[in-house]
C-alpha cells in the first residue's frame, strides 16, 4: 500500500504578512538612507559654508596687512583708518564698517594708493523678504570723482559715495559694482593697539598710528535658507563695541531654519606697517 505525501502549501494570511514585513522593511531601509543623505548634504553644505567664510576672511586679511600708516597724523590729507566712521549712515554698518588705504591700485596711473573698505548693507525693496549684501569698497586714484581722501580728507565718505562707488545692485551704470558676497549676515571688526587692549571706534587721526591687529569676524548662512529670514537680525545679541562679539548667541536668535545652515567665521590680521 503506497502513502501519499501532503505537501503543505503557504497561506494567504502567510503571504500578507511577509508581504507587510518586507514592505516596512524597505520603508525602513529607504528612511535610514533618506536620512543618511539629508546628514551628508548638510555636512556638505557646512563644509562650502566654511570654505566660503574662510575665503572672503583671506581676501580682507590679505588687503589689510598693507593698509599705509598716516603720513602726519596732524594732517587732515593725512591717509586714513577708520573703524565704523561717523560719516557712514547706519544702515551701511551691519554691524561693523572699516575704511583705509593700500598700495593695491590697479591703475596706476596717477599712484598705486587705493581707498578700501568693507561694509555689510541690506536691500529691502522687498518687504518681508530683506536681502544681505556684503559689500566693497574700492577707489583708484584715477576715479577722481570718487578718490576724495586728498582732495576732500574730511568728506571721503558719505552714504552717497557708497552708493556710486558700490552699490551692490541692478543698476544701468554699474550693475552689482562693490558685491562681494550675498550670504553674509554678520560683519564685525575689532581693533587691538601694541598692548591687546581692545580700542572702540578706531580712527587713525585720533591715534596717530595704525592698530596693532585687527580682528575679523563673520557669519555666513546658507543661500536656501534667506527667504525664512523675514526681518534683519538683532545685533545687539553679540554684545556692544567695548568687547569681542558673541557670535554663539548672535546665531542663537536666528530664525528657525536660518540658525541651522549658519557658520561663524573669525581670523586675525597683523597689519605689517603698525608701529
Known sequence: MIK???????????LLVATAVLSLMVLMLIQVLNHTGR?????QTQTERRQSARALADAIAQELQSALMPVDPTDQKSLQFVHDPTAVPATYANSDSLFWQAPVATDRTYG???????????DQTKQGNPRPLFCRFFVNPTDTANYLIIQKPTAWLSGDILDQVAPAVNQATNAYAGLFSENVIGFWVRCFDASGNLVQNYDSR?????????????????SSSLPKLRQLPDYTKAGGPSAEPNLNQFIAFLPDGVRETSHSYTTEVRLQNAL
Open 4 to 14: 501519499q505525501r501532503h505537501i503543505q502549501g503557504v497561506t494567504l494570511v502567510e
Open 206 to 222: 585720533t591715534a596717530g598710528k595704525l592698530p596693532r591687529t585687527v580682528k575679523i569676524y563673520l557669519v555666513l548662512v546658507g
Open 112 to 122: 598705486d594708493v587705493a581707498e578700501l573698505g568693507y561694509f555689510l548693507k541690506w
Open 39 to 43: 546628514a551628508w548634504l548638510a555636512g
